[in-house]
């Protein structure tokens, strides 16, 4: 249960909607409304009203304070932009996203271990969106802590990929070897910190575990990173939670496309 006391006359669901910073869906809101799961002044109410400055607040969560509530960071023409939290699936962040927004599907995916900014689409959206992913018109950034100082602050880096089915990893190549395929990965330095450097790094293909593989290949693990990187350091970083975010989306569609209204828009994670 969370209580706050109103500091201005405005309607209930505009002061929640503030009080959460837009980490409560409107949806989620009206079906607390509807359970009477908030209080005003020390009574259950079941729709909107206009609260008054020092009103007692009460929202009860019946105990599911912990459930993940999906960040909305934008939306427009039928497309959603989140932020996935580090330690969920994108198809269990999609179920818990369809709680609100039942018609929204996943154009893409991130790695559980990998947070960020993640798109789901509705209608005639989600299929440009879908194409768009697939023919990679859509540019992704990450931004990754990884450790050590790269010899160059910039470059393309460019390798092979094979999945091991068997331990669920990739490894990387210098040269193209059977059931491989081309991977391309830029980065840049954004800052050196000690030890370790912060990279912005850009997709250009996008394979499974590319940007942890690839950077640990060149002896550049990304810092948290269990699988490509070394406990030893991690320890001695205290990450238990690998430090990658999907941060930045720009959006690329022809003048015939639905969504040509989005060309040119790029969206940064909050």
Known sequence: MKTFLADKSEKLTKALLRYYNGGLPYGTLMRLLKNKEIKVNGNRISKDQTINVGDKIEVYFNGIENVLVPSLIYSNCGVFVF???TGISSENFEKEVQKTYPNLKLCHRLDTNTSGLIVLAEGVALDEMLKAFKQRTIDKYYYAEVYGKLSAKSATLTAYLKKDAVTSTVKIFNEKVEGSVKIITEYQ?????????LLKVKLITGKTHQIRAHLAFIGHFIIGDG??????????FKAKTQRLVAGELKFNFAPQ?????????????K
Do not use: A, C, D
Request: no cysteine; aromatic share 6%; proline share 6%.
């Open 227 to 236: 699988k490509y990187g070394k406990n030893e350091i991690n320890k001695r």
């Open 257 to 269: 496309s639905p969504l040509y209204k989005l060309n040119g828009v790029t969206v940064v994670i």
């Open 189 to 197: 330095t954004l800052e050196v910190r000690g030890e370790t450097t």
């Open 83 to 85: 932020k996935k939290p």
